[in-house]
């Protein structure tokens, strides 16, 4: 018998190099993907803002005065969060103003929705989806104003989205503005911590297309009516035979545009192999989901970190991680439907595919370089 029942130093050495060395692992790759933690500090800003805008939303003083078919937090931090991702200047000041003006364009977004989806439902069934196909030509066409107008552009799109999936209606536009004012303060305050610790970098996803020929339009003119026609196919398809979340394809669509056809394949193929590994994933954790929700949150958290260090180089990754948050975020807040979350995957090939068909086939662009 031995004289040590717990067993030896050796063998619990062992069992500890065993139990860190996926934790060193994992912090050599933090360093390779994020030499200067510029980009996890930012990540950290998204989650914050997210939760405050989110805590603020709900305070009962606030909510309880906002009749909505939607929750204020929710909305409000969605519009934080996103407007965090967007914004890509240097100095607290520029930040902080660009913040705001993001949070706004979010719910400018979302009143687009709110006014035009009553006249579009006698479209039909996929009729106020129709108000994406606006958005998803502004995010690629206001890529030509910069960086803050490429924000812009996806914002509007963002707030679109939101409203879209809420079903939002006139009712809701206080709602809607308060959820603005709640994201715009609590974007900046971060930001305004943060302060120097963040170098910018830009998002492929935001990034200008290539320079204009003498005598033709902007590149980026071109790549909004790419993916402008790209989301009026899948709303034509969800007419005619129904898809579980069409507005995730569009979205795979809308994004996947760059400023050339051959950047727009690869940019396809991150974002499917991203999305391919994040949904099957996010799928393996439903029942922890259902058990353990802070511990999901936290997972999304931490996965919205990784989300924000890839995605100015590793489109793949960051894809992945966000459909990883998308999927337990989902499950955590009750939706359990496996085929529904498993749609995730598939509407993104489907989106992706129609993207790329749009950018081969439609004013084709081409560049030298690859549009990332």
Known sequence: MSDNPQGSPNQVGKSL?????????????????????????KGLRFVTAYGIAAALGTLQDIAHSVPSSISLGYLAGSFALWAS?????????????????LSFSA???????????????????AGPELTLVAGAF??????R?????????SQIYIGELLAYGARLTTDDLRAIGIAALIAALASVVPRMLSGPAERPVTVAALA????????RCSPEFFMGLQAAIGALVICLLNGLIGLEESAWAITACTYAVAGSATGTILRVRRRILGTMIGVPLGLACLPVAEHAPL??????????VVYAMALPERYDIACGAFAFTLIVTLAASGVHSIPLLAARAWETLLGGSLGVAAAMFIFPLRSSGLGK
Do not use: N
């Open 208 to 215: 200008a297309g290539p320079e204009p020929a003498s005598g």
């Open 138 to 143: 502004l995010v690629g066409y206001l890529k």
């Open 145 to 153: 104003f910069g960086v803050l107008g490429a924000g812009i552009g």
């Open 17 to 41: 190099w065993g139990i860190l060395r996926p934790v060193a692992a994992a912090g050599r790759w933090l360093d390779r993907v994020d030499p200067g933690t510029h980009r996890r500090i």
């Open 295 to 304: 511990v999901i949150w936290a997972a999304a958290a931490l996965a919205m």
């Open 107 to 125: 719910a400018f977004g979302a009143l687009l929705f709110v006014v035009f989806s009553r006249p579009l439902q006698f479209a039909g069934r």
């Open 85 to 101: 991702v967007s914004e890509g200047k240097t100095t607290r000041a520029e930040s902080s103003r660009d913040l705001v003006l």
